[in-house]
């Protein structure tokens, strides 16, 4: 068993511009959480081999996928199918989080950008 506790884990900046956290990375799938603090946001970008679900656990933002645009807050899950273009803006006073499952796992290699 392979337990991963959120505040012995090492953030980091991604290709994106968030903060993270990952908790687990696998060959199969990988579980992080990321942060925007507010009046942050994401560069617009998309993977072409993960798919990715968000689950929003504070906060809230506007996330844009493939030119639809939602206003999300805790308790919504996204998913974000590969090679879809998305962006998550923190547009509220308080630090904004989310956990972000990918399948296959996260790679610096599958971001790309406009």
């Known amino acids: 068993m392979r337990i991963a506790s959120i505040d012995r884990v090492e953030p980091f900046v991604t ?3 968030s903060t993270i956290r990952e908790l687990h990375h696998t060959e199969a ?3 992080a959480e990321a942060t925007l603090e507010p009046g942050q946001a994401t560069e617009r ?3 072409r081999a993960s798919e990715e679900i968000y689950l929003i656990t504070k ?3 506007e996330l844009e996928v493939d030119g ?3 206003r999300v807050r805790p308790g919504d899950a996204v998913v974000i199918p590969p090679g879809a273009w998305h962006q998550l803006e923190n547009d509220g006073s308080s630090e904004l989080t989310l956990l972000c499952m ?7 290699d599958d971001t790309y950008f406009e």
């Open 29 to 31: 799938q990988s579980l």
């Open 45 to 47: 970008h998309y993977h």
């Open 68 to 70: 639809q645009a939602r």
């Open 102 to 108: 990918c399948v296959p796992p996260y790679s610096h």
């Open 15 to 17: 290709k994106d511009g």
């Open 59 to 61: 906060g809230s933002g």
